[in-house]
C-alpha cells in the first residue's frame, strides 16, 4: 500500500520539544522533494519545511527557521521533523508530503522570507496533531 504515514504528535507545553516521523511504505522516498506542512482547522495549510533532491538542500519558513530541523533517513524511508521551543502558534495538524517534481525555496520579497514549492506533491499523509499548550 502506497502511503505516508505521521507521527509523533501530542500535547507539549511551550518551549518543549517534539520529533515527528513521516514513513513511507510502498514507494521510495530516494530521489524526492518531501515537505513538511501544517494547518490549524478553517485556515490556509502552511508550508514550513523541506528537502530538496537531490542535493538534500533544506528549506525552512520564517515561523519555524532556527527551531525545527528537517532530516531524512533513506534507510528507514523515514522523513522527521525535530521541533523546539515550540510556542502556541506552532498548535496545528502537521502532514507531510513527498513529490518527484517539486522545488521549495525562500522567495525574498523586500525583506520578507517567503517560503514557496513548485510544482505537484505526489504522496501525502493524514496528519499528526500538535497542541502547544500549558
Known amino acids: 500500500q502506497v502511503q505516508l504515514v505521521e507521527s509523533g504528535g501530542g500535547l507539549v507545553q511551550p518551549g518543549g520539544s517534539l520529533n515527528l516521523s513521516c514513513v513511507a511504505s510502498?514507494?521510495?522516498?530516494?530521489?524526492?522533494?518531501i515537505g513538511w506542512f501544517r494547518q490549524v482547522p478553517g485556515e490556509q495549510r502552511e508550508g514550513i519545511s523541506c528537502i530538496n533532491s537531490p542535493d538534500d538542500n533544506t528549506v525552512y519558513s520564517e515561523s519555524v527557521v532556527g527551531r525545527f530541523t528537517i532530516s531524512r533517513d533513506l534507510a528507514r524511508n523515514t522523513v522527521y521533523l525535530q521541533m523546539t521551543d515550540l510556542k502556541p502558534e506552532d498548535t496545528a495538524i502537521y502532514s507531510c508530503?513527498?513529490?518527484?517534481?517539486?522545488?521549495?525555496?525562500?522567495?525574498?520579497?523586500?525583506?520578507?522570507?517567503?517560503?514557496?514549492?513548485?510544482?505537484?506533491?505526489?504522496?501525502w499523509g493524514q496528519g499528526t496533531r500538535v497542541t502547544v499548550s500549558s
Open positions: 510502498g514507494f521510495s522516498l530516494n530521489g524526492l522533494n
Open positions: 508530503a513527498a513529490g518527484a517534481r517539486v522545488e521549495c525555496g525562500i522567495y525574498d520579497r523586500g525583506g520578507d522570507r517567503l517560503y514557496y514549492y513548485t510544482g505537484d506533491y505526489d504522496y
